[in-house]
Every structure is written in C-alpha cells, then in structure tokens.
Nanobody, 126 residues
Framework: QVQLVDSGGGLVKPGGSLRLSCAAS????????IGWFRQAPGKEREGVSC????????NYADSVKGRFTISRDNAKGTVYLQMNSLRPEDTAVYSC???????????????????WGQGTQVTVSS
C-alpha cells in the first residue's frame, strides 16, 4: 500500500506564498500521475492541479491558473505545489493523491486516484 506524505501548509497573509510537498513512504512517486486536491469546511472536494508521469503535462483548476504551479523532481521522488498570490478563498485542507492507472494527460477527477495523503492545512488570513 502506498503511503503519501503531504506537507508545507501553514498560515499566510493574502498575497503570500506557500509551497506544498508530496512524497511517498516506502514507495517512489516517479512514473505516476500525482494530483493535488483541496477541501474547505462545508464545501465539496475540489481538484486543484495534477501532473503527468513525465512532468511534461499539467492541469489546473480555473480558480488557481496563473497563481499555482505544480512540478515534480523525480530524482527526489517529490511533487511540489507552489502557491502564489494566495487568497482567503484558497483556505482549505490540501491533499496529494496518486493515480496508478492514469496515462497521458492527467485529469482532476478524484475517483481516478488510488491513494491519498493525510492532508495539510492552508489558511490564508490577515
């Protein structure tokens, strides 16, 4: 079983930045699609971004385009989500997830992902 560890959340002021990281315990993330999802209190889970196996293709929710950047360092077995120009509405628990059977361009459909991290809290507030 794959255990994902996501980290990097915290409290930041509007306009600030955070970088989230996703790694695997006892497993390697390279060669698999990785996605980031978030869930705010009282709201449905939302797909934020995903990255293809090679890192050559990415996908973003409209709400974060131009502000968030997903990347991967396969040598380190880590996927990052750089979040800039954060807004209060970005406040949520962010979780990374791995899709073992997804190929080509990634999609932000959470039913297609097999294992999830425990989540890291991101709070954007002045």
């Amino acid at each position: 079983q794959v255990q994902l560890v996501d980290s990097g959340g915290g409290l930041v002021k509007p306009g600030g930045s955070l970088r989230l990281s996703c790694a695997a315990s006892g497993y390697t993330l390279d060669n698999y699609v990785i996605g980031w999802f978030r869930q705010a209190p009282g709201k449905e889970r939302e797909g934020v971004s995903c990255i293809s196996r090679s890192g050559g293709r990415t996908n973003y929710a409209d709400s974060v385009k131009g502000r968030f950047t997903i990347s991967r360092d396969n040598a380190k077995g880590t996927v990052y989500l750089q979040m800039n120009s954060l807004r209060p509405e970005d406040t949520a628990v962010y979780s990374c997830a791995i899709a073992l059977r997804m190929f080509g361009r990634c999609v932000l459909q959470f039913s297609e992902y097999d294992y999830w991290g425990q989540g890291t809290q991101v709070t954007v507030s002045s």
